[in-house]
């Protein structure tokens, strides 16, 4: 497959297995989040009505860039809000080809897996559930090829997938010092028992 998603995960695959062998998880259910570069998310209003949830698939042949038999969506109500009486309503969608992808692989090693969602949501998750929502959160996932960024309060939330990366501060470190990808990854990854440290925050500095 050309798509850089599934290619990822192909190259994952040892990796991947094992995991599996090394914490018993093969059947086991299993959550798979997908970079938010691959999720389409429409966030809209809609007016007080009683059939809600009759109306969504209908907006979401407007919302969704492409026939629905081409994607997989799913919806979240996130309640009426006081001042428009509106209900705020959000519908996230991936193309059915990357969670096939996805899919088949977890099959090929025997991963059980029941739940797929988008990693901003995987970090929203995570923090409400280690830190409550007493106070704003605000947070930051990062990796590879994308950084999350999630700012919630008990009334609503607001995602961000940045489009700068482990690889951007990777690339800058072999800009700047003219060195091979590899080496800048290790002198990224290393960068506390650097002696140039200082030196090297100074190139990565936005």
Same mark, same amino acid.
């Given at each position: 497959s050309a798509d850089p998603l599934f290619g990822s995960i192909e190259s994952a695959k040892p990796a991947l297995k094992m995991l599996?062998? &090394?914490?018993?998880? /093969?059947?086991? !259910?299993?959550?798979?989040?997908?970079s938010g570069r691959n999720v389409l998310p429409r966030y809209?209003?809609?007016?007080?009505? &009683?059939?809600?949830? /009759?109306?969504? !698939?209908l907006e979401a042949k407007m919302q969704i860039p492409f026939p629905l038999e081409e994607v997989v969506w799913d919806y979240h109500v996130f309640g009426v809000?006081?001042?428009t009486l509106e209900t705020d309503v959000a519908i996230f969608a991936v193309k059915r080809d990357v969670i096939d992808g996805i899919l088949k692989i977890a099959n090929e090693l025997k991963l059980n897996v029941t739940v797929i969602q988008s990693s901003a949501f995987s970090v929203l998750n995570f923090g409400v559930l280690q830190y409550g929502l007493e106070k704003p959160l605000v947070m930051l996932e990062g990796g590879s090829k994308n950084i999350d960024l999630v700012i919630c309060?008990?009334?609503?939330?607001?995602?961000?997938?940045?489009?700068?990366?482990?690889?951007?501060f990777t690339r800058a470190l072999q800009?700047?010092?003219q060195i091979p990808f590899d080496e800048a990854e290790k002198l990224k990854i290393n960068l506390k028992e650097s002696g140039q440290s200082d030196r090297i925050f100074k190139v990565i500095e936005p």
């Open positions: 599996i062998e &090394d914490k018993n998880l /093969e059947g086991v !259910p299993v959550g798979i989040s997908i809209f209003n809609l007016p007080p009505i &009683d059939n809600i949830h /009759e109306l969504i !698939p809000n006081p001042e309060d008990k009334a609503t939330f607001w995602p961000r997938s940045l489009p700068i990366n482990g690889s951007t800009s700047k010092f």
